[in-house]
C-alpha cells in the first residue's frame, strides 16, 4: 500500500479529531499497526494508551463500601477479610458483625481476637502439644519404658 498525499492528510484528520487507530485503518483500508506506524513516522502527537484508560475507568468504577449500619455491618454485606465478630442477637434485626479489616488467617479483628483467644492467640498456638497434658506425657516413674 502506498501512502498517497490525500490519505496522509485523511490519516492526520483523523488522528487529530480523535478517532481509533482502528477505525482510520477501516477508512484508509489499512490495519491499524499501518496507522500507527505511519502516525509515528509523521510525528503525529502521541495518545494515551487505551489500555491504561480503561485501567483508570475501572478503578473509578471500583465496587461500592459495603453498607454500614451504625454499629456495624449485616450478614449480607460481610465479606473476605472482615472480621466476623458477631452483636446481638441473631433473631432480632439489631444483629450485625463486627466488619472491620481481620487479622489474617484469624476470623476476627485484632480487638476481638484479643477476646477470643488467649493472649490474643490461637489456643493451639498458647499451648503447644509438648505442654499440654495428656495419656503418657505425665511425669514417669524412674525405670519406666518410654
Given amino acids: 500500500m502506498s501512502w498517497t498525499p490525500e490519505k496522509i492528510e485523511l ?3 483523523l488522528w487529530n479529531q480523535g478517532w481509533t487507530t482502528a477505525r482510520i485503518g477501516e477508512e484508509l483500508g489499512v490495519g491499524k499497526n ?3 506506524g505511519k502516525a509515528h513516522r509523521l510525528g503525529l502527537p502521541k495518545r494515551p494508551s487505551p489500555i491504561q484508560r480503561r485501567a483508570e475507568e475501572a478503578e473509578q468504577k471500583k465496587a461500592p ?16 477479610g ?12 439489631d444483629f450485625y458483625f463486627c466488619g472491620k479489616k ?21 489456643p493451639r498456638e498458647d499451648n ?3 505442654q499440654q497434658g ?3 506425657r505425665g511425669p514417669q516413674r524412674p525405670g519406666a519404658k518410654k
Fill in 65 to 80: 463500601a459495603p453498607k454500614q449500619q451504625s454499629k456495624g455491618i449485616s450478614i449480607y454485606d460481610l465479606g473476605p
Fill in 102 to 122: 481481620n487479622i489474617p488467617t484469624k476470623p476476627y479483628c485484632d480487638e476481638h481476637c484479643a477476646q477470643a483467644y488467649l493472649n490474643g492467640k490461637n
Fill in 11 to 13: 490519516l492526520t484528520s
Fill in 134 to 136: 495428656g495419656p503418657n
Fill in 128 to 130: 503447644p502439644p509438648s
Fill in 82 to 93: 472482615m472480621c466476623r465478630w458477631p452483636f446481638g442477637d441473631p433473631d432480632t434485626d
Fill in 34 to 36: 499501518a496507522v500507527v
